[in-house]
Protein backbone atom coordinates (compact mmCIF):
# COMPACT_ATOMS: atom_id res chain seq x y z
CA UNK A 1 0.00 0.00 0.00
CA UNK A 2 1.85 3.34 -0.96
CA UNK A 3 0.51 7.13 -1.45
CA UNK A 4 0.62 8.61 -4.87
CA UNK A 5 1.86 12.31 -5.45
CA UNK A 6 2.02 13.57 -9.09
CA UNK A 7 3.61 17.25 -8.77
CA UNK A 8 3.76 19.90 -11.83
CA UNK A 9 3.47 16.79 -14.05
CA UNK A 10 3.61 17.50 -18.04
CA UNK A 11 2.82 15.08 -20.78
CA UNK A 12 3.37 16.00 -24.36
CA UNK A 13 1.90 13.30 -27.18
CA UNK A 14 3.07 14.00 -30.85
CA UNK A 15 3.95 17.82 -30.20
CA UNK A 16 0.85 18.40 -28.03
CA UNK A 17 0.52 19.55 -24.56
CA UNK A 18 -2.17 16.57 -22.97
CA UNK A 19 -1.42 17.55 -19.38
CA UNK A 20 0.06 20.82 -18.07
CA UNK A 21 1.61 20.87 -14.63
CA UNK A 22 -1.14 18.91 -13.13
CA UNK A 23 -0.78 18.45 -8.99
CA UNK A 24 -2.59 15.24 -7.33
CA UNK A 25 -1.77 13.43 -4.03
CA UNK A 26 -3.46 10.22 -3.86
CA UNK A 27 -4.09 9.08 -0.28
CA UNK A 28 -2.48 5.64 0.98
CA UNK A 29 -5.80 3.22 1.01
CA UNK A 30 -7.79 5.44 -1.00
CA UNK A 31 -10.38 4.67 -4.20
CA UNK A 32 -9.35 7.48 -7.09
CA UNK A 33 -11.63 7.56 -9.71
CA UNK A 34 -10.23 9.48 -12.40
CA UNK A 35 -13.75 10.93 -14.23
CA UNK A 36 -13.99 13.08 -17.46
CA UNK A 37 -15.59 12.76 -21.12
CA UNK A 38 -13.55 11.05 -23.52
CA UNK A 39 -10.18 12.61 -24.76
CA UNK A 40 -9.61 14.45 -21.15
CA UNK A 41 -6.46 12.81 -20.24
CA UNK A 42 -7.85 11.01 -17.96
CA UNK A 43 -6.31 7.68 -19.17
CA UNK A 44 -3.35 8.94 -20.49
CA UNK A 45 -2.69 10.09 -16.76
CA UNK A 46 -2.81 6.76 -15.63
CA UNK A 47 -0.74 5.71 -18.57
CA UNK A 48 2.15 7.71 -16.96
CA UNK A 49 1.58 7.30 -13.45
CA UNK A 50 2.01 3.08 -14.70
CA UNK A 51 5.07 4.01 -16.60
CA UNK A 52 3.51 3.43 -19.92
CA UNK A 53 3.59 6.79 -21.72
CA UNK A 54 7.24 8.85 -21.06
CA UNK A 55 6.10 12.36 -18.76
CA UNK A 56 7.89 15.53 -20.45
CA UNK A 57 7.88 17.14 -16.92
CA UNK A 58 7.30 17.34 -13.21
CA UNK A 59 7.62 14.20 -11.02
CA UNK A 60 5.64 10.87 -10.41
CA UNK A 61 6.04 9.62 -6.45
CA UNK A 62 4.62 6.48 -5.36
CA UNK A 63 5.17 5.47 -1.81
CA UNK A 64 7.69 8.63 -1.66
CA UNK A 65 9.79 7.53 -4.26
CA UNK A 66 10.21 9.04 -7.48
CA UNK A 67 9.33 6.67 -10.18
CA UNK A 68 9.12 9.16 -13.18
CA UNK A 69 12.16 7.46 -14.93
CA UNK A 70 11.43 4.03 -13.46
CA UNK A 71 10.75 0.71 -15.43
CA UNK A 72 6.71 -0.07 -15.56
CA UNK A 73 7.79 -3.26 -14.01
CA UNK A 74 9.61 -1.67 -10.84
CA UNK A 75 7.36 0.88 -9.93
CA UNK A 76 5.14 -1.61 -7.68
CA UNK A 77 2.25 -1.64 -9.47
CA UNK A 78 -0.88 -3.82 -10.86
CA UNK A 79 -3.01 -2.51 -14.14
CA UNK A 80 -6.27 -3.90 -15.69
CA UNK A 81 -7.23 -2.83 -19.13
CA UNK A 82 -10.31 -1.84 -21.03
CA UNK A 83 -9.92 -4.87 -23.52
CA UNK A 84 -8.47 -7.39 -20.28
CA UNK A 85 -5.27 -7.89 -22.49
CA UNK A 86 -4.81 -10.74 -21.71
CA UNK A 87 -2.06 -13.62 -23.18
CA UNK A 88 -4.32 -15.08 -26.02
CA UNK A 89 -2.07 -18.30 -26.53
CA UNK A 90 -1.61 -18.74 -22.22
CA UNK A 91 -4.14 -20.63 -19.55
CA UNK A 92 -5.62 -18.39 -16.60
CA UNK A 93 -2.61 -19.45 -14.70
CA UNK A 94 0.18 -18.86 -16.91
CA UNK A 95 -1.73 -15.54 -17.62
CA UNK A 96 -1.62 -14.86 -13.84
CA UNK A 97 1.96 -15.52 -13.29
CA UNK A 98 3.59 -14.62 -16.16
CA UNK A 99 4.67 -11.35 -14.18
CA UNK A 100 6.08 -13.58 -11.31
CA UNK A 101 7.87 -16.07 -13.52
CA UNK A 102 9.69 -13.82 -15.10
CA UNK A 103 10.63 -11.87 -11.69
CA UNK A 104 11.90 -15.24 -11.23
CA UNK A 105 9.86 -16.00 -7.87
CA UNK A 106 10.16 -19.64 -6.39
CA UNK A 107 7.25 -21.88 -8.18
CA UNK A 108 5.61 -22.85 -4.43
CA UNK A 109 5.44 -19.05 -3.94
CA UNK A 110 4.03 -18.49 -7.25
CA UNK A 111 1.03 -20.86 -6.19
CA UNK A 112 0.50 -19.68 -2.89
CA UNK A 113 0.18 -16.85 -4.56
CA UNK A 114 -2.42 -18.12 -7.37
CA UNK A 115 -4.34 -20.38 -5.19
CA UNK A 116 -5.15 -17.26 -2.82
CA UNK A 117 -6.00 -14.85 -5.74
CA UNK A 118 -8.10 -17.13 -7.95
CA UNK A 119 -9.98 -18.43 -4.38
CA UNK A 120 -10.77 -14.77 -4.23
CA UNK A 121 -11.73 -14.25 -7.43
CA UNK A 122 -13.79 -17.33 -7.74
CA UNK A 123 -11.07 -18.77 -10.86
CA UNK A 124 -10.14 -21.81 -9.42
CA UNK A 125 -11.89 -23.75 -11.76
CA UNK A 126 -11.25 -21.53 -14.74
CA UNK A 127 -7.20 -21.90 -13.97
CA UNK A 128 -6.23 -24.41 -16.87
CA UNK A 129 -8.76 -22.39 -19.84
CA UNK A 130 -7.04 -20.18 -22.20
CA UNK A 131 -8.90 -16.88 -22.70
CA UNK A 132 -10.78 -17.37 -25.77
CA UNK A 133 -12.75 -19.96 -23.84
CA UNK A 134 -14.01 -17.50 -20.89
CA UNK A 135 -16.96 -15.17 -20.75
CA UNK A 136 -16.43 -11.19 -20.88
CA UNK A 137 -16.61 -10.88 -17.12
CA UNK A 138 -14.62 -14.27 -16.36
CA UNK A 139 -11.78 -12.64 -18.89
CA UNK A 140 -12.23 -9.40 -16.68
CA UNK A 141 -11.59 -11.10 -13.61
CA UNK A 142 -8.65 -13.02 -14.80
CA UNK A 143 -6.98 -9.99 -15.63
CA UNK A 144 -8.10 -8.12 -12.12
CA UNK A 145 -6.14 -11.38 -10.78
CA UNK A 146 -3.72 -11.10 -12.71
CA UNK A 147 -2.88 -7.47 -11.24
CA UNK A 148 -3.04 -9.13 -7.87
CA UNK A 149 -0.56 -11.61 -7.97
CA UNK A 150 1.78 -9.13 -8.08
CA UNK A 151 0.87 -7.25 -4.38
CA UNK A 152 1.27 -3.96 -5.82
CA UNK A 153 1.40 -1.05 -3.29
CA UNK A 154 -1.08 0.54 -6.07
CA UNK A 155 -3.57 -0.65 -8.79
CA UNK A 156 -4.52 0.72 -11.66
CA UNK A 157 -7.73 0.30 -13.57
CA UNK A 158 -8.34 1.69 -16.84
CA UNK A 159 -12.06 1.64 -17.59
CA UNK A 160 -12.41 -2.11 -16.77
CA UNK A 161 -15.69 -2.37 -16.94
CA UNK A 162 -16.70 -0.69 -20.06
CA UNK A 163 -16.56 -3.39 -22.56
CA UNK A 164 -19.18 -5.15 -20.28
CA UNK A 165 -22.74 -5.47 -20.87
CA UNK A 166 -25.16 -3.59 -18.28
CA UNK A 167 -25.67 -6.63 -15.62
CA UNK A 168 -22.21 -7.78 -15.60
CA UNK A 169 -20.95 -4.38 -15.56
CA UNK A 170 -22.69 -4.17 -11.96
CA UNK A 171 -22.29 -7.11 -11.04
CA UNK A 172 -18.10 -7.05 -11.47
CA UNK A 173 -18.44 -3.08 -9.77
CA UNK A 174 -19.69 -4.16 -6.89
CA UNK A 175 -17.20 -6.62 -6.49
CA UNK A 176 -14.43 -4.70 -7.34
CA UNK A 177 -16.00 -2.06 -4.30
CA UNK A 178 -15.71 -5.23 -2.06
CA UNK A 179 -12.33 -6.06 -3.39
CA UNK A 180 -11.56 -2.43 -1.95
CA UNK A 181 -12.74 -3.31 0.95
CA UNK A 182 -11.01 -6.43 1.99
CA UNK A 183 -7.67 -5.54 0.48
CA UNK A 184 -7.74 -1.68 1.63
CA UNK A 185 -5.02 -1.64 -1.27
CA UNK A 186 -4.70 2.56 -3.27
CA UNK A 187 -6.51 2.41 -6.43
CA UNK A 188 -7.07 4.57 -9.47
CA UNK A 189 -9.39 4.17 -11.57
CA UNK A 190 -10.42 5.52 -14.82
CA UNK A 191 -13.63 6.09 -16.02
CA UNK A 192 -16.34 8.30 -18.16
CA UNK A 193 -19.31 6.39 -16.57
CA UNK A 194 -19.82 8.61 -13.57
CA UNK A 195 -22.40 5.88 -11.86
CA UNK A 196 -18.88 4.17 -11.66
CA UNK A 197 -17.72 7.17 -10.18
CA UNK A 198 -20.50 7.53 -7.59
CA UNK A 199 -20.61 4.65 -6.31
CA UNK A 200 -16.74 3.36 -6.28
CA UNK A 201 -14.63 6.40 -5.44
CA UNK A 202 -13.68 7.73 -1.94
CA UNK A 203 -12.54 10.76 -4.11
CA UNK A 204 -13.66 11.82 -7.62
CA UNK A 205 -11.45 13.96 -9.73
CA UNK A 206 -12.98 15.49 -12.34
CA UNK A 207 -10.71 16.38 -15.46
CA UNK A 208 -11.66 18.34 -19.03
CA UNK A 209 -9.03 18.79 -21.35
CA UNK A 210 -6.01 17.44 -19.42
CA UNK A 211 -7.01 20.05 -16.40
CA UNK A 212 -8.50 19.16 -12.83
CA UNK A 213 -12.35 20.58 -12.54
CA UNK A 214 -12.60 19.20 -8.87
CA UNK A 215 -11.40 16.69 -6.56
CA UNK A 216 -14.01 15.91 -4.00
CA UNK A 217 -15.75 12.85 -2.43
CA UNK A 218 -18.80 11.90 -4.38
CA UNK A 219 -21.03 13.90 -2.65
CA UNK A 220 -19.12 17.08 -2.30
CA UNK A 221 -18.96 16.69 -5.80
CA UNK A 222 -22.20 15.79 -6.70
CA UNK A 223 -23.70 18.47 -3.91
CA UNK A 224 -21.55 21.34 -4.62
CA UNK A 225 -19.85 20.98 -8.35
CA UNK A 226 -17.15 23.83 -8.38
CA UNK A 227 -17.88 24.62 -11.82
CA UNK A 228 -20.90 24.52 -14.83
CA UNK A 229 -18.78 21.52 -16.21
CA UNK A 230 -18.77 19.57 -13.37
CA UNK A 231 -22.24 20.42 -12.58
CA UNK A 232 -23.58 19.37 -16.35
CA UNK A 233 -21.09 16.39 -16.04
CA UNK A 234 -22.81 14.78 -13.09
CA UNK A 235 -26.12 13.37 -12.47
CA UNK A 236 -28.59 11.59 -15.08
CA UNK A 237 -30.53 13.43 -16.05
CA UNK A 238 -28.59 16.49 -15.78
CA UNK A 239 -28.70 19.57 -13.91
CA UNK A 240 -30.97 22.29 -15.28
CA UNK A 241 -29.80 25.70 -15.73
CA UNK A 242 -31.20 29.14 -15.54
CA UNK A 243 -29.64 32.30 -16.61
CA UNK A 244 -31.12 35.14 -14.89
CA UNK A 245 -30.60 37.75 -12.35
CA UNK A 246 -29.37 37.70 -8.88
CA UNK A 247 -31.07 41.12 -6.93
CA UNK A 248 -29.82 43.13 -3.82
CA UNK A 249 -32.11 41.22 -2.01
CA UNK A 250 -31.06 37.88 -2.38
CA UNK A 251 -34.13 36.85 -5.08
CA UNK A 252 -32.79 34.84 -8.44
CA UNK A 253 -35.17 36.14 -11.23
CA UNK A 254 -35.36 34.43 -14.32
CA UNK A 255 -38.70 35.49 -16.55
CA UNK A 256 -41.43 34.08 -14.27
CA UNK A 257 -39.22 32.04 -12.13
CA UNK A 258 -38.02 33.55 -8.81
CA UNK A 259 -35.93 32.13 -6.34
CA UNK A 260 -35.08 33.20 -2.87
CA UNK A 261 -31.18 31.94 -2.58
CA UNK A 262 -29.03 32.74 0.51
CA UNK A 263 -26.55 34.56 -1.83
CA UNK A 264 -27.27 38.34 -2.94
CA UNK A 265 -26.25 40.42 -6.02
CA UNK A 266 -26.71 42.63 -7.88
CA UNK A 267 -25.18 40.49 -10.46
CA UNK A 268 -26.19 37.94 -13.22
CA UNK A 269 -25.65 34.53 -12.68
CA UNK A 270 -26.68 31.25 -13.56
CA UNK A 271 -28.99 28.62 -11.25
CA UNK A 272 -28.50 25.25 -11.03
CA UNK A 273 -31.09 22.74 -9.83
CA UNK A 274 -30.51 18.78 -9.65
CA UNK A 275 -34.03 17.36 -11.49
CA UNK A 276 -34.74 15.89 -7.79
CA UNK A 277 -34.81 18.98 -5.81
CA UNK A 278 -37.38 20.36 -7.28
CA UNK A 279 -40.58 18.94 -5.95
CA UNK A 280 -44.12 18.88 -7.37
CA UNK A 281 -46.35 20.39 -5.02
CA UNK A 282 -50.19 21.90 -5.28
CA UNK A 283 -49.40 24.92 -3.29
CA UNK A 284 -45.62 25.49 -5.36
CA UNK A 285 -45.11 28.84 -5.36
CA UNK A 286 -44.02 28.21 -9.39
CA UNK A 287 -46.29 27.64 -12.30
CA UNK A 288 -44.90 25.23 -15.30
CA UNK A 289 -46.57 23.34 -18.22
CA UNK A 290 -45.97 19.52 -18.54
CA UNK A 291 -43.92 19.08 -21.87
CA UNK A 292 -42.79 15.13 -21.53
CA UNK A 293 -42.93 12.55 -19.30
CA UNK A 294 -40.53 9.48 -19.17
CA UNK A 295 -41.18 6.74 -16.86
CA UNK A 296 -38.17 5.42 -15.29
CA UNK A 297 -39.56 2.16 -13.75
CA UNK A 298 -38.74 3.05 -10.26
CA UNK A 299 -39.44 6.97 -10.45
CA UNK A 300 -40.38 9.28 -13.87
CA UNK A 301 -38.63 12.19 -15.27
CA UNK A 302 -41.08 14.77 -15.97
CA UNK A 303 -40.22 17.97 -18.50
CA UNK A 304 -41.40 21.26 -17.67
CA UNK A 305 -42.13 24.65 -19.22
CA UNK A 306 -41.60 27.54 -17.26
CA UNK A 307 -41.83 30.51 -18.86
CA UNK A 308 -39.60 29.19 -21.45
CA UNK A 309 -37.21 27.47 -19.45
CA UNK A 310 -37.06 23.76 -19.59
CA UNK A 311 -36.69 22.21 -16.19
CA UNK A 312 -36.85 18.47 -15.64
CA UNK A 313 -38.10 16.97 -12.53
CA UNK A 314 -37.83 13.37 -10.71
CA UNK A 315 -40.84 12.65 -10.06
CA UNK A 316 -41.01 9.49 -7.46
CA UNK A 317 -45.09 8.82 -6.70
CA UNK A 318 -47.10 7.10 -9.51
CA UNK A 319 -48.88 9.75 -11.10
CA UNK A 320 -49.59 10.05 -14.73
CA UNK A 321 -49.08 13.08 -16.42
CA UNK A 322 -50.39 14.58 -19.90
CA UNK A 323 -49.02 16.93 -22.03
CA UNK A 324 -49.67 20.23 -21.22
CA UNK A 325 -50.75 20.01 -17.97
CA UNK A 326 -50.37 22.62 -15.62
CA UNK A 327 -48.84 22.05 -12.24
CA UNK A 328 -47.30 23.95 -9.61
CA UNK A 329 -44.06 23.25 -8.22
CA UNK A 330 -41.08 24.48 -5.92
CA UNK A 331 -37.12 24.40 -6.06
CA UNK A 332 -35.47 23.20 -2.93
CA UNK A 333 -33.46 26.45 -2.59
CA UNK A 334 -31.03 25.34 -0.17
CA UNK A 335 -29.75 22.90 -2.38
CA UNK A 336 -29.40 24.61 -5.54
CA UNK A 337 -25.96 26.21 -6.76
CA UNK A 338 -24.91 29.59 -8.16
CA UNK A 339 -22.52 29.94 -11.10
CA UNK A 340 -21.08 33.06 -12.48
CA UNK A 341 -22.03 32.78 -16.03
CA UNK A 342 -18.57 34.19 -17.81
CA UNK A 343 -16.91 32.21 -15.64
CA UNK A 344 -18.69 29.51 -15.08
CA UNK A 345 -17.59 28.77 -11.30
CA UNK A 346 -19.44 28.20 -8.73
CA UNK A 347 -20.81 31.29 -6.87
CA UNK B 1 -32.51 -23.76 -61.93
CA UNK B 2 -32.89 -20.66 -63.36
CA UNK B 3 -31.30 -19.27 -66.40
CA UNK B 4 -28.87 -17.20 -65.05
CA UNK B 5 -27.96 -19.54 -62.46
CA UNK B 6 -27.37 -22.02 -65.61
CA UNK B 7 -25.09 -19.62 -67.24
CA UNK B 8 -22.80 -18.87 -64.26
CA UNK B 9 -22.10 -22.25 -63.81
CA UNK B 10 -21.41 -22.87 -67.38
CA UNK B 11 -19.17 -19.85 -66.98
CA UNK B 12 -17.20 -21.38 -63.98
CA UNK B 13 -16.88 -24.86 -65.60
CA UNK B 14 -15.68 -23.74 -68.81
CA UNK B 15 -13.21 -21.14 -66.85
CA UNK B 16 -12.60 -24.29 -64.71
CA UNK B 17 -11.88 -26.59 -67.89
CA UNK B 18 -9.81 -24.01 -69.56
CA UNK B 19 -7.35 -24.11 -66.78
CA UNK B 20 -7.18 -27.77 -65.68
CA UNK B 21 -6.51 -28.51 -69.39
CA UNK B 22 -2.76 -28.21 -69.40
CA UNK B 23 -2.40 -29.65 -66.01
CA UNK B 24 -4.48 -33.14 -68.31
CA UNK B 25 -2.47 -32.89 -70.76
CA UNK B 26 0.76 -33.39 -68.55
CA UNK B 27 -0.29 -36.29 -66.47
CA UNK B 28 -1.65 -38.58 -69.51
CA UNK B 29 1.69 -37.63 -71.57
CA UNK B 30 3.43 -37.98 -68.69
CA UNK B 31 1.80 -41.52 -67.90
CA UNK B 32 2.46 -42.44 -71.87
CA UNK B 33 5.58 -44.14 -73.58
CA UNK B 34 6.95 -42.29 -76.19
CA UNK B 35 5.89 -44.67 -79.31
CA UNK B 36 2.12 -43.44 -78.05
CA UNK B 37 3.01 -39.98 -78.14
CA UNK B 38 4.19 -39.75 -81.66
CA UNK B 39 1.03 -40.94 -82.26
CA UNK B 40 -0.01 -37.58 -81.66
CA UNK B 41 -3.39 -37.40 -80.19
CA UNK B 42 -2.43 -35.40 -77.57
CA UNK B 43 -6.01 -35.37 -75.48
CA UNK B 44 -6.48 -38.86 -75.18
CA UNK B 45 -5.65 -40.90 -71.85
CA UNK B 46 -3.23 -43.15 -72.29
CA UNK B 47 -3.30 -46.89 -73.96
CA UNK B 48 -1.11 -48.31 -71.15
CA UNK B 49 -0.39 -46.17 -68.50
CA UNK B 50 3.24 -46.36 -67.14
CA UNK B 51 5.06 -44.72 -64.71
CA UNK B 52 8.30 -45.50 -66.09
CA UNK B 53 8.53 -42.04 -67.34
CA UNK B 54 8.30 -40.77 -63.32
CA UNK B 55 10.79 -42.79 -62.18
CA UNK B 56 13.17 -41.77 -64.82
CA UNK B 57 12.85 -37.91 -64.70
CA UNK B 58 13.31 -38.15 -60.54
CA UNK B 59 16.42 -40.84 -61.02
CA UNK B 60 17.15 -40.59 -64.75
CA UNK B 61 16.86 -37.87 -66.74
CA UNK B 62 19.89 -36.11 -68.08
CA UNK B 63 21.23 -33.13 -66.64
CA UNK B 64 23.39 -31.34 -69.24
CA UNK B 65 26.77 -33.77 -68.45
CA UNK B 66 25.12 -36.24 -65.49
CA UNK B 67 21.87 -38.26 -65.53
CA UNK B 68 20.52 -38.13 -62.42
CA UNK B 69 16.99 -36.60 -62.69
CA UNK B 70 15.90 -34.11 -60.70
CA UNK B 71 16.59 -35.97 -57.47
CA UNK B 72 19.30 -34.04 -56.84
CA UNK B 73 17.77 -31.08 -57.50
CA UNK B 74 14.87 -31.43 -55.06
CA UNK B 75 17.03 -31.78 -52.15
CA UNK B 76 19.10 -29.10 -52.82
CA UNK B 77 15.80 -26.92 -52.85
CA UNK B 78 14.98 -28.69 -49.64
CA UNK B 79 18.45 -27.54 -47.75
CA UNK B 80 17.73 -23.86 -49.52
CA UNK B 81 14.07 -23.75 -48.52
CA UNK B 82 14.04 -24.83 -45.22
CA UNK B 83 16.59 -22.06 -43.95
CA UNK B 84 15.05 -19.44 -47.06
CA UNK B 85 11.64 -19.74 -44.91
CA UNK B 86 12.77 -20.04 -40.93
CA UNK B 87 15.27 -17.52 -41.23
CA UNK B 88 13.24 -14.28 -43.41
CA UNK B 89 10.21 -14.97 -41.28
CA UNK B 90 11.35 -14.52 -38.12
CA UNK B 91 13.32 -11.60 -38.73
CA UNK B 92 10.27 -10.60 -40.99
CA UNK B 93 8.34 -10.93 -37.44
CA UNK B 94 11.00 -9.25 -35.20
CA UNK B 95 10.82 -6.35 -37.40
CA UNK B 96 7.46 -5.93 -37.17
CA UNK B 97 6.97 -6.56 -33.94
CA UNK B 98 9.67 -3.83 -32.98
CA UNK B 99 7.77 -1.32 -35.47
CA UNK B 100 4.59 -2.05 -34.22
CA UNK B 101 4.97 -2.10 -30.33
CA UNK B 102 8.72 -0.04 -30.16
CA UNK B 103 8.16 2.44 -32.28
CA UNK B 104 12.05 3.28 -32.37
CA UNK B 105 13.30 7.04 -34.06
CA UNK B 106 12.85 7.26 -37.16
CA UNK B 107 10.47 3.87 -37.98
CA UNK B 108 8.75 5.17 -40.41
CA UNK B 109 11.13 6.23 -42.55
CA UNK B 110 12.99 2.97 -41.90
CA UNK B 111 9.77 0.80 -42.91
CA UNK B 112 9.17 3.19 -46.03
CA UNK B 113 12.69 2.71 -47.25
CA UNK B 114 12.24 -1.33 -46.74
CA UNK B 115 9.05 -1.14 -48.76
CA UNK B 116 10.74 0.80 -51.10
CA UNK B 117 12.69 -2.10 -51.97
CA UNK B 118 9.78 -4.68 -52.75
CA UNK B 119 9.26 -2.17 -55.76
CA UNK B 120 12.67 -2.21 -56.27
CA UNK B 121 13.18 -5.29 -59.66
CA UNK B 122 15.28 -8.13 -58.62
CA UNK B 123 16.85 -8.32 -62.35
CA UNK B 124 18.32 -4.43 -61.00
CA UNK B 125 20.34 -5.96 -58.05
CA UNK B 126 21.36 -8.98 -59.79
CA UNK B 127 24.51 -7.35 -60.22
CA UNK B 128 25.20 -5.36 -57.32
CA UNK B 129 24.63 -8.23 -54.98
CA UNK B 130 26.95 -10.56 -57.08
CA UNK B 131 29.74 -8.52 -55.83
CA UNK B 132 28.91 -7.59 -52.44
CA UNK B 133 28.71 -11.67 -51.96
CA UNK B 134 32.34 -12.41 -53.64
CA UNK B 135 33.83 -9.64 -51.55
CA UNK B 136 32.30 -11.35 -48.63
CA UNK B 137 33.54 -14.46 -50.54
CA UNK B 138 30.45 -16.46 -49.90
CA UNK B 139 29.30 -16.32 -53.44
CA UNK B 140 27.79 -19.32 -55.56
CA UNK B 141 27.30 -21.39 -52.00
CA UNK B 142 23.86 -22.06 -49.46
CA UNK B 143 25.03 -19.36 -47.55
CA UNK B 144 24.51 -16.56 -50.76
CA UNK B 145 21.30 -18.14 -52.06
CA UNK B 146 19.44 -17.73 -48.19
CA UNK B 147 21.14 -14.95 -47.75
CA UNK B 148 19.94 -13.39 -51.04
CA UNK B 149 16.05 -15.07 -50.18
CA UNK B 150 16.47 -13.77 -46.85
CA UNK B 151 16.82 -9.91 -48.33
CA UNK B 152 14.63 -10.37 -51.17
CA UNK B 153 11.86 -11.71 -48.56
CA UNK B 154 12.15 -8.79 -45.94
CA UNK B 155 9.90 -6.07 -47.10
CA UNK B 156 6.99 -7.97 -47.54
CA UNK B 157 7.01 -10.28 -44.45
CA UNK B 158 7.71 -7.12 -42.64
CA UNK B 159 4.59 -5.65 -43.85
CA UNK B 160 2.68 -8.59 -43.27
CA UNK B 161 4.01 -8.78 -39.46
CA UNK B 162 4.01 -5.05 -38.87
CA UNK B 163 0.06 -4.82 -40.29
CA UNK B 164 -0.71 -8.34 -38.09
CA UNK B 165 0.45 -6.40 -35.18
CA UNK B 166 -0.68 -3.62 -35.32
CA UNK B 167 -4.31 -5.02 -35.51
CA UNK B 168 -3.53 -6.48 -31.81
CA UNK B 169 -4.26 -4.61 -29.10
CA UNK B 170 -1.89 -2.40 -27.90
CA UNK B 171 -2.69 -2.92 -24.42
CA UNK B 172 -1.44 -6.67 -24.67
CA UNK B 173 2.14 -5.37 -25.62
CA UNK B 174 1.52 -2.70 -22.00
CA UNK B 175 0.33 -5.56 -20.03
CA UNK B 176 3.68 -7.64 -20.69
CA UNK B 177 5.40 -4.58 -20.00
CA UNK B 178 3.69 -4.05 -16.70
CA UNK B 179 4.66 -7.98 -15.98
CA UNK B 180 8.32 -7.17 -16.65
CA UNK B 181 8.54 -8.74 -19.96
CA UNK B 182 12.08 -7.03 -21.94
CA UNK B 183 12.15 -6.51 -25.96
CA UNK B 184 13.17 -10.15 -26.54
CA UNK B 185 10.75 -11.86 -23.84
CA UNK B 186 7.49 -10.39 -25.13
CA UNK B 187 8.71 -11.51 -28.58
CA UNK B 188 9.03 -14.85 -27.68
CA UNK B 189 6.26 -15.46 -25.16
CA UNK B 190 3.99 -13.14 -25.64
CA UNK B 191 3.64 -11.83 -29.14
CA UNK B 192 5.28 -14.71 -31.65
CA UNK B 193 2.54 -17.59 -29.82
CA UNK B 194 0.02 -14.80 -30.42
CA UNK B 195 0.81 -14.66 -34.14
CA UNK B 196 0.10 -18.66 -35.77
CA UNK B 197 -1.86 -17.51 -38.27
CA UNK B 198 0.21 -14.87 -39.48
CA UNK B 199 3.48 -17.15 -39.36
CA UNK B 200 1.47 -20.29 -41.62
CA UNK B 201 0.68 -17.52 -44.39
CA UNK B 202 3.82 -16.48 -44.62
CA UNK B 203 5.65 -20.34 -44.20
CA UNK B 204 3.48 -20.68 -47.40
CA UNK B 205 4.59 -17.58 -49.14
CA UNK B 206 7.68 -17.76 -48.73
CA UNK B 207 8.09 -21.59 -49.03
CA UNK B 208 6.50 -21.18 -52.17
CA UNK B 209 8.27 -18.08 -53.73
CA UNK B 210 11.80 -19.72 -52.33
CA UNK B 211 10.57 -23.07 -54.37
CA UNK B 212 9.41 -21.89 -57.20
CA UNK B 213 12.47 -19.05 -57.53
CA UNK B 214 14.62 -19.83 -60.58
CA UNK B 215 16.98 -16.83 -61.56
CA UNK B 216 18.25 -16.33 -58.02
CA UNK B 217 18.88 -20.43 -57.64
CA UNK B 218 20.93 -19.96 -60.86
CA UNK B 219 22.76 -17.06 -60.35
CA UNK B 220 23.57 -17.08 -56.54
CA UNK B 221 23.28 -20.55 -55.47
CA UNK B 222 26.32 -22.10 -57.40
CA UNK B 223 26.71 -25.79 -59.32
CA UNK B 224 26.65 -28.00 -56.78
CA UNK B 225 23.32 -26.38 -55.06
CA UNK B 226 21.09 -25.48 -58.08
CA UNK B 227 18.04 -25.69 -56.94
CA UNK B 228 14.80 -28.32 -58.66
CA UNK B 229 14.16 -25.27 -60.95
CA UNK B 230 17.20 -24.82 -62.44
CA UNK B 231 17.67 -29.11 -63.03
CA UNK B 232 14.28 -29.20 -64.27
CA UNK B 233 15.54 -26.29 -66.81
CA UNK B 234 18.60 -28.53 -67.42
CA UNK B 235 16.28 -31.38 -68.04
CA UNK B 236 13.90 -29.96 -70.86
CA UNK B 237 16.87 -27.90 -72.22
CA UNK B 238 18.97 -31.14 -73.13
CA UNK B 239 19.08 -30.67 -76.88
CA UNK B 240 21.29 -34.09 -77.67
CA UNK B 241 19.22 -37.00 -78.64
CA UNK B 242 15.36 -37.56 -78.40
CA UNK B 243 12.94 -34.95 -76.38
CA UNK B 244 11.29 -37.26 -73.92
CA UNK B 245 8.26 -35.61 -73.76
CA UNK B 246 6.83 -38.28 -70.82
CA UNK B 247 10.21 -37.34 -68.78
CA UNK B 248 10.08 -33.59 -69.33
CA UNK B 249 5.99 -33.63 -68.11
CA UNK B 250 6.87 -36.01 -65.09
CA UNK B 251 9.71 -33.94 -64.42
CA UNK B 252 7.92 -30.64 -64.22
CA UNK B 253 4.79 -32.30 -61.92
CA UNK B 254 7.41 -33.22 -60.12
CA UNK B 255 9.06 -30.00 -59.43
CA UNK B 256 5.78 -28.25 -59.32
CA UNK B 257 4.50 -30.98 -56.60
CA UNK B 258 5.29 -29.31 -53.64
CA UNK B 259 4.22 -25.92 -53.59
CA UNK B 260 0.70 -27.87 -54.49
CA UNK B 261 0.76 -29.74 -51.74
CA UNK B 262 1.03 -26.99 -49.68
CA UNK B 263 -1.92 -24.80 -51.23
CA UNK B 264 -4.07 -28.06 -50.97
CA UNK B 265 -3.16 -28.83 -47.37
CA UNK B 266 -2.79 -25.43 -46.38
CA UNK B 267 -5.72 -23.57 -47.49
CA UNK B 268 -8.05 -23.28 -44.86
CA UNK B 269 -5.20 -21.99 -42.81
CA UNK B 270 -4.11 -19.52 -45.44
CA UNK B 271 -7.49 -18.04 -45.51
CA UNK B 272 -8.05 -17.76 -41.86
CA UNK B 273 -4.55 -15.91 -41.87
CA UNK B 274 -5.29 -13.45 -44.50
CA UNK B 275 -8.41 -12.41 -43.05
CA UNK B 276 -6.96 -12.17 -39.68
CA UNK B 277 -4.37 -9.84 -40.41
CA UNK B 278 -7.31 -7.97 -42.78
CA UNK B 279 -10.10 -8.17 -39.70
CA UNK B 280 -9.60 -6.93 -36.18
CA UNK B 281 -10.26 -9.31 -33.54
Redesign the interface.
Same mark, same amino acid.
Given at each position: MSNVDLRKLSITLGGNAVIRELDLQVKEGEFLVLLGPSGCGKSTLL?SI? #??IETSGGSIEIGGKDMSRI????RG? #??V???Y?????MTVEKNMS? #?LR??GMPKAQIAERLERVAGMLHLKELLKRKPAQLSGGQRQRV?IG $?ALV $?NANVYLF?EPLSNLDAKLRTDLRRELKLLHQNLGSTMIYVTHDQVEAMTLASRIVVMKAGEIQQVGTPSEVYERPANLFVAGFLGAPSMNFIHGELDALGRFNAGALSVGMSAAGPRKAVLGVRPEHIALMDDGPLLGKVSLAEPMGSHQVVWLDCGGHQLSCIVQEARSFAVGDQVAFAIDARRACLFDPDSGKAL | MKPARIGLYAFLLSAALFFMLPLYIMITTSLKSMDEIRNGHLFALPLAPTLEAWRSAWSEACTGASCDGVRAGFWNSVRIAVPSTILPILLGALNGYALSFWRPRGANVLFAILLLGAFVPVQVMIYPLVRMLAAMEVYGSLTAIVLVHLVFGMPVLTLLFRNYYASLPHELFQAARIDGGGFWRIFWHVMLPASIPMLVVAAIMQITGVWNDYILGLVFAGRDNAPMTVQLNNVINTTTGVRLYNVNMAATILTALVPLAIYFLSGRWFVRGIAAGAVKG
Open positions: HA #GLDPSEI #GMFQSALYPTF #GIAA $R $RD | -
